[in-house]
């Protein structure tokens, strides 16, 4: 079974930066592509970013793209997401999710990803 917990979540101003993590329980889940997903108030879950098992593959939203940027530290079985230049756009529940398919590439499919945490909330004002 593999557990994820997101944190790092807040409040912050227009072109500030947030760091969130996500810690990730289960003896194989080093092995999984991770990816992050993320809700705003009534619109539709989107993808933000993804990585491969070994960190050497990652992919963006084009929404995030040079703003953000994926990393993981599979030692310490974790998750992260440096979020830089934040637009009240970005306001939305972040999601940490991993595919448990072995040797995935990272998807921006919500349906590839078998696991999900609860989210952490960024809110980023004007």
């Known amino acids: 079974q593999v557990q994820l917990v997101e944190s790092g979540g807040g409040l912050v101003q227009a072109g500030g930066s947030l760091r969130l993590s996500c810690a990730v329980s289960?003896?194989?889940?080093?092995?999984?592509?991770m990816g992050w997903f993320r809700q705003a108030p009534g619109k539709e879950r989107e993808f933000v970013s993804a990585?491969?098992?070994?960190?050497?593959?990652?992919y963006y939203a084009d929404s995030v793209k040079g703003r953000f940027t994926i990393s993981r530290d599979n030692a310490k079985n974790t998750l992260y997401l440096q979020m830089n230049s934040l637009k009240p756009e970005d306001t939305a529940d972040y999601y940490c999710?991993?595919?448990?398919?072995?040797?995935?590439?990272?998807?921006?499919?919500?349906?590839?990803?078998?696991?999900w945490g609860k989210g952490t909330l960024v809110t980023v004002s004007s």
């Open positions: 999710a991993a595919d448990s398919r072995r040797n995935a590439r990272p998807s921006n499919s919500a349906n590839d990803y078998d696991y």
């Open positions: 289960g003896r194989t889940a080093s092995y999984y592509a």
């Open positions: 990585i491969s098992w070994s960190g050497g593959s990652t």
